[in-house]
């Protein structure tokens, strides 16, 4: 099954980012906007985890997250995967409100992936930009107004108190959806 470890922001942030999205989304666009209450930002992804390895990568993601202080950040401007002229992803940027916070969620991340890895969960992905995805587009698109429009966002200062790791399940229907299967407080030790 797949999984993801992932810091989910708070209700403020995500309230201040849907109103400034949704007159956004109500507009005609190549965009397939990810619902609001699928927001998060990734620290790791795991394509391949064994239903039987999923207690394990918990208790190895808490040590992980017991060790590391809580984090503040903020959702601020926007950026294009792989880039504006040619995008496929629109995103919104995740920085931190003091000097050390990028650098705390990123070895936060890069930890959650090393801890993942030493139990024979390997992680997806290369170098770690945090980021939250707003949208993507099925095709290539030139999205270099989107971005001008999407850079002037600034949220509220949050701050990072735990990680989530989600897990995919199917529903009713027999269709995977992720489901939080673990919520772990960051800084208990």
């Known amino acids: ?16 980012l849907d109103a400034f999205v949704a007159p956004r989304r109500a507009l005609d666009s190549p965009w397939r906007w990810t619902p609001a209450h699928l927001w998060h930002v990734t620290l790791a992804f795991m394509a391949e985890v064994p239903e039987s390895g999923i207690d394990e990568m918990v208790e190895e993601v808490a040590v992980v997250a017991d060790s590391c202080d809580p984090i503040p950040l903020r959702l601020k401007g926007a950026g294009m995967f792989p880039h504006a002229g040619d995008a496929r992803v629109m995103w919104t940027d995740v920085r931190p409100t003091d000097p050390r916070g990028l650098g705390d969620l990123e070895r936060l991340a890069l930890r959650t992936r090393s801890a993942c890895s030493r139990i024979g969960v390997p992680t997806a992905g290369g170098d770690y930009r ?21 850079e002037a966002y600034s949220g509220p200062a949050w701050l990072a108190q735990e990680v989530t790791v989600f897990v995919s399940r199917a ?3 027999g269709r995977p959806h992720y489901e939080a299967e673990a919520r772990l407080p960051l800084g208990r030790r």
């Open 1 to 16: 099954m797949r999984a993801f470890v992932a810091i989910v922001p708070p209700e403020p942030a995500h309230a201040d």
């Open 130 to 150: 945090p980021h939250l995805t707003l949208a993507r587009s099925r095709r290539a698109v030139d999205a270099t107004s989107w971005l001008d429009a999407m």
């Open 171 to 173: 529903n009713r229907s």
